[in-house]
């Protein structure tokens, strides 16, 4: 009976995701705003609260990876080079092109950083709606994760650089080891113990709805802690906002664009592109709000915390355009 209102629970949570999103915002911007005082004398404790609360959103998909079966999966090299270049080139390289029209070098750092991210395992979720490869998938989430750990570093570096903002590389590779590496490591470990005390399909499906749930509420409270650290800046210059989403929409659709051209070009199945493409537009927004939060404080995080409101929007679109996207590929 509790697993099933936890699974009807999360259904509603992840049908109207969007909807809860835009609410939270809208409530924590007057709130933000009207505690803008005591935020200014409590910037390292907000600032710890949002690293807190990106390692949680994080965590439930460390459990979900399923990284054990990882090597029978190394097999279509192409599709996992077309994808880490769209992760880690494509998509950054755009959005440096495009974050000095932000104005503060900092929220640019941001928005370059969410950018710059993986996707989590809950993206696997658009894949199979795509009808896309799980399997190729799963992959590539686990290889973008591990090849992210050097690049990130010095994708936001290299942008810093170019921006001119000190931005110290210690610091951040020490915030991706608390936000990435660790909730990784601790997810697998956990993961391991509950795979020898119960079963596979305890760990992929009974514990899904409750694990998906974990994230959504927690997202949520993350997006909330963001907005709220940030509201004096968001209200007295919303056209930050504004430029931030459309700039995402922008990202997006380049790379979308992009990748079809590639995957026909290159002869690339359906099912392996709707793998790939879906997972290099969808960004793991809650890394990126941990590492600028922990490495340069809240507000290098405000794209990370607006980002997610479009990013459904962009692949709900995307996944509505599948009979187009098949006979494009053939």
């Known amino acids: 009976m509790i697993r099933l209102s936890i699974k009807a629970v999360a259904e509603h949570v992840r049908k109207h995701l969007i909807l ?3 609410l939270t915002i809208l409530l924590a911007l007057p709130i933000g705003y009207y505690c803008k005082a005591w935020i ?26 399923k ?24 998509a950054p390289v755009i959005a440096m092109a495009l974050a000095p029209a932000l104005g503060d070098p900092l929220v640019g750092i941001g928005f370059v950083t969410t950018n710059a991210v993986p996707a989590s395992s809950a993206s696997l979720g658009y894949v199979f709606i795509a009808g896309g490869s799980v399997e ?21 570096k290299t942008y810093a650089n170019i921006a001119s903002v000190p931005v110290p590389i210690e610091a951040i590779i020490i915030s991706l080891t608390e936000v990435l590496v660790a909730p990784l490591v601790v ?8 795979l020898k005390k119960k079963d596979r399909k305890y760990v992929n499906e009974d514990l899904k709805p409750l694990l998906s749930l974990w994230t959504m509420l927690t997202l949520l409270v993350l997006i909330f802690l963001l907005i709220f650290s940030q509201a004096a800046k968001v209200i007295s210059n919303p056209l930050v906002a504004v430029k931030i989403i459309g700039y995402q929409i922008a990202v997006m659709i380049v790379v979308l664009g992009v990748s079809l051209a590639i995957s026909r070009a290159l002869h690339i199945k359906y099912e392996n592109h709707q793998a ?3 997972l ?25 915390a607006l980002i997610p409101t479009i990013q459904p929007v962009v692949v709900i679109a995307y996944l509505n355009a599948e009979n187009w996207v098949r006979k494009f590929l053939r």
């Open 20 to 22: 809860y999103t835009v």
């Open 40 to 65: 200014a004398h409590n910037k390292e404790l907000v600032s710890n609260l949002i690293v807190i609360m990106a390692i949680l959103t994080i965590f439930p998909s460390a459990i979900q990876l």
């Open 67 to 90: 990284i054990e079966g990882f090597m029978k999966n190394l097999k279509d090299w192409k599709s996992m080079i077309i994808f880490l270049l769209y992760v880690y080139v494509l």
């Open 136 to 156: 190729l998938a799963t992959a590539l989430i686990i290889i973008s994760t591990i090849i992210g750990i050097p690049a990130m570093p010095l994708i936001i």
């Open 187 to 194: 997810g697998q470990i956990i993961r391991y113990i509950i």
């Open 276 to 278: 790939i493409v879906i």
């Open 280 to 304: 290099s537009i969808t960004k793991n927004a809650s890394i990126a709000a941990g590492i600028m939060a922990s490495a340069l404080g809240p507000q290098a995080a405000v794209a990370p």
